[in-house]
């Protein structure tokens, strides 16, 4: 199984390190922990499921998956720092 997941593994890396900066966007906008925390698990239980049931399916795409999960994660790194660029600058007084 682990040489199945390495053409995955920077997905699964960056993809983790995402789900923390969106975690952090939700507290900071002050939702629910608790709720965010069950969501949360809620996510990654179904991602969990759906790469252990489509891994081998989806090994032949795996160039064009790792491209466009990099898209998305970068994609939704750069709108979690333009939307936390207002903060910033409030906290500095510019």
């Known amino acids: 199984m682990q040489s199945e997941l390495k053409p ?23 939702v629910n ?19 252990t049931l489509g891994t081998k399916v989806a090994i032949k795409y795996a160039r064009h998956i790792n491209f466009i999960g990099g898209l998305a994660i970068f994609i939704l790194g750069i709108q979690a720092m333009l939307g936390s660029l207002p903060g910033i600058l409030h906290y500095f007084h510019i």
Do not use: D, R
Not at 9 to 29: K, P
Not at 36 to 49: E, N, Q, R, T
């Open 8 to 30: 995955f593994i920077t997905l699964i890396v960056f993809g983790n390190i995402e789900n923390l900066i969106l975690a952090a966007q939700g507290v900071g906008a002050g």
């Open 33 to 51: 922990p608790v709720g965010l925390a069950i969501l949360s698990f809620i996510a990654v239980f179904c991602w969990l499921l759906i790469g």
